[in-house]
């Protein structure tokens, strides 16, 4: 984009951030949080091997503080984002918990990477409300939106591909957040022009289903041992999901029913 | 919670029965959030059962029109225990529903002013609130570990009044949702809370007793969980999930 400076980039491809680990030496307390998350033993430890990550597991595991953790260590703060966009950037909203636990983390880079940004569920929000809004406030613009297509999502993956584009490690928490079904999608081809490029290295935690079954990535589930690889059909949100689809109004009475 | 004494009306939800837009009252047709296709000048939303669930694909106006119930009904700062401070978002009602609200007229039964509007941040903040000070490891594996969230909700929402869930799946794991369905059931069954939310979410969609529409730029109609553009995506891709990805992939 034409605000861009110019910046020296390095050959190498994703993923930068090679492997992340904890020193148990500088834990200041092991009974508060963060480092009471049972997933986070004293030989804790996260190797990346591929470009895209995924993490899934139940509310309250800690994917979110692991995210802030890993977002602090890579230093952002207001990273990025251009003139025009100031409602939708959220990147500085790291709160204290996640930076807490990056002072007892370590990690190997290779390269060390600062560019890219960390997307919070609350950015999507603002994101696709602002999307919404620009597409219909515009009298000279393009008329409204065909809701039902899937082409009303292209104005979201544009704006998602101007920022991730660059080099760099890009962190998304519950991405699926205010995502219909069909803007997942166009999600799922960002991510995969974000592994073609190379050199955008994804490191996200998900609920969505979907959004796990991207190919090519590593899947992995965090629970209170820890952090395992798994596959889409191991994971209780798919059981869940298969489950219900089989058949809605039976699935619906037995939980009611407990 | 604070247990001002209060007269509560005997009469059972729905108590918000008719919602119209009045043309008259519009500055500027053109202008959001007027100019969003279903506010056709004989827009109308009747109110039949206590719990109304509203879907559609983003940007049709959802919110919007939330914020607009939520602005009718004189939500500010209603309600929220001490200690929950940090949860309790509930006047972040945005400028765009307020605006709305004033070009909507409202047929009561009788008129309710308690509730809650939650947002889909405030679904965000009360999960991680929550999952940040339970004392003992939750139980991963179990629906119990949803029970925390559960409690959450229903000291709040067994009062009488009118509840607006804006999106309230964003930040739940289906083991979360399936309680989520239960505090339904169980506003529901209390018969004084009348319920209006907007979901993407199939399995809140499929709450029995309660009225689905679907909002398009033609305006609100019934539908059925197994019409909606969301069911039938989504059983799609749990049918086949390696080939509806490569398919969609390959677009």
Not at chain 1, 112 to 135: C, Q
Not at chain 1, 136 to 157: A, K, Q, R, V, Y
Not at chain 1, 235 to 252: G, L, N, Q, S
Request: charged share 25%; glycine share 8%.
């Amino acid at each position: 984009m034409a605000w861009m400076p110019k910046r020296r980039e390095i050959n190498l491809p994703a993923p930068y951030l090679k492997r992340l680990w904890l020193d148990p030496a500088r834990v200041p307390d092991r009974e508060a949080y963060p480092f009471c998350l049972p997933f986070l033993a004293e030989d804790f430890e996260l190797r990346f091997e591929r470009a895209i990550t995924i993490i899934v597991g139940e509310n309250g595991t800690g994917k979110s503080t692991l995210l802030e953790g890993l977002a602090a260590l890579a230093g952002y703060n207001e990273a990025g984002g251009g003139k025009g966009y100031k409602p939708v950037d959220h990147s500085d909203a790291l709160e204290v918990m996640g930076g807490g636990l990056s002072k007892a983390l370590r990690a190997s880079w290779l390269p060390k990477i600062t560019n890219g940004w960390f997307f919070r569920a609350e950015s999507f929000f603002s994101v696709a409300r602002y999307l919404d809004k620009v597409a219909l406030d515009d009298p000279f613009g393009p008329p409204p939106p065909d809701f039902l297509s899937h082409s009303h999502g292209e104005g979201f993956l544009r704006f998602f591909q101007e920022r991730c584009q660059r080099q760099g490690i890009f962190i998304f928490d519950e991405p699926e957040s205010a995502l219909s079904p069909s803007r997942q999608i166009e999600f799922l081809k960002l991510l995969r022009r974000m592994d073609d490029i190379g050199h955008c290295q994804v490191i996200m935690a998900t609920h969505s289903p979907m959004l796990m079954a991207y190919p090519d990535a590593k899947l992995l589930r965090l629970t209170k041992h820890g952090l395992e690889p798994t596959t889409l059909k191991q994971t209780d949100h798919y059981k869940a999901m298969r489950e219900f689809f089989e058949d809605p109004k039976r699935f619906v009475e037995a939980v009611l029913a407990e | 919670m604070s247990s001002r004494k209060r007269r509560d009306t005997n009469l059972p939800a729905p108590y918000l029965k008719r919602l119209w837009l009045d043309p008259a009252t519009i500055s500027d047709r053109e202008a959001y959030p007027f100019c969003l296709p279903f506010l056709s000048d004989d827009f109308e939303l009747n109110f039949d059962r206590a719990i109304t669930i509203i879907v559609g694909e983003n940007g049709a106006g959802k919110s919007t029109l939330l914020e607009g119930i939520a602005a009718l009904a004189g939500y500010d700062e209603a309600g929220g225990g001490k200690g929950y401070r940090p949860v309790d978002h509930s006047e972040a009602i945005e400028v765009m529903g307020g605006e709305l609200a004033a070009a909507l007229r409202a047929a009561w039964l009788p008129k309710v002013t308690q509730g809650w509007f939650f947002r889909a941040e405030t679904f965000f903040s009360v999960a991680r609130f929550l999952d940040a000070t339970s004392t003992q490891p939750p139980d991963f594996l179990s629906y119990s570990h949803g029970e925390g969230f559960l409690r959450f909700f229903n000291e709040r929402c067994q009062r009488q009044g009118i509840y607006i869930f804006d999106e309230p799946e964003s930040a739940l794991s289906p083991a979360r949702q399936m309680e989520f369905l239960k505090l339904m059931r169980q506003m529901d069954e209390a018969g004084h809370c009348q319920v209006i939310m907007a979901t993407h979410s199939p399995i809140l969609m499929a709450y029995p007793n309660a009225t689905l529409l679907h909002l398009s730029k033609y305006g609100l109609e019934p539908v059925s969980v197994r019409e909606t553009h969301h069911f039938r995506t989504l059983r799609e891709f749990c049918q086949d999930p390696t080939g509806f990805v490569e398919a969609a992939l390959a677009e």
